[in-house]
């Protein structure tokens, strides 16, 4: 069936540094690509998506890149604050004409740590 | 505006209890899901709906049960609780199911001994 494995789990950077999480999917027909940002305690909520007719996006420090040969695409954030550890999920949607249905299929999750 | 509302927050259940979460949305979304999230295992399905009198099967179903009587509410029911139930359960609805945002409720923590 169709799986998303992103990597890596946890992930620990100096305040001001980048972080990249790198999610790869296997269903090819996969058309969406969003980013969900989870805060301890909190609901996920989206901080930027993709779609398959477009290689990047930005969005101030955040920007998602898509490789839709290799099937992967990744997140990028630059000048890491605290605020922004958490934990990240991706997500790819296929077309409901290949999966038979309507869905999302996440990742396993990233705990993003930006250390003072 | 409220979003999606979800019911309760935290519940504390006994073995073969059965209890129903509730989940309401109020912007008129076709779709809702329902997740759990468990520790290293990310979201996974259990239900979703395409509309009223809709409801398909996730990646894991067995154990509970839903409904979709109206567009704004959704439902999860758990018919007998087990200790393998015990997660954090997650009600979402977007505009369509693909390719659009999904909203998520605040959550329920659900401990069953």
């Known amino acids: ?116 | 505006n409220a979003g999606v509302t979800q019911t309760p927050k935290f519940q504390v259940l006994k073995t073969g209890q059965s209890m129903t979460l509730q989940c309401a949305q109020d912007m008129n979304h076709e779709y809702m899901s329902w997740y759990r999230q468990d520790p290293g295992m990310g979201l996974r399905l259990i239900h979703y709906s395409v509309g009223a009198g809709i409801t398909d099967q996730g990646e894991v179903p067995n154990g509970y049960n839903v409904s979709r009587s109206t567009t704004e509410d959704f439902p999860l029911r758990l018919l007998s609780a087990a200790p393998s139930q015990t997660s954090v359960y997650f009600c979402a609805s977007s505009y369509s199911g693909q390719g659009t945002e999904a909203f998520f409720g605040q959550g329920t923590r659900l401990t069953v001994v």
């Open chain 1, 1 to 116: 069936g169709e799986n998303v494995e992103q990597h890596p789990s946890t992930l620990s950077v100096q305040e001001g540094d980048s972080a990249v999480i790198k999610c790869t999917y296997s269903d090819s027909a996969s058309n969406y690509f969003p980013w969900y940002k989870q805060e301890l305690g909190k609901r996920p909520q989206l901080i930027i998506d993709i779609r398959s007719n477009v290689g990047e996006k930005k969005d101030q420090r955040i920007a998602v890149t898509l490789n839709k040969t290799a099937k992967h695409f990744s997140l990028h954030i630059t000048e890491t604050q605290p605020e922004d550890s958490a934990v990240y999920f991706c997500a790819a949607s296929p077309p409901a004409w290949t999966s038979g249905t309507y869905k999302y299929i996440f990742g396993t999750g990233t705990r993003l740590k930006v250390l003072a």
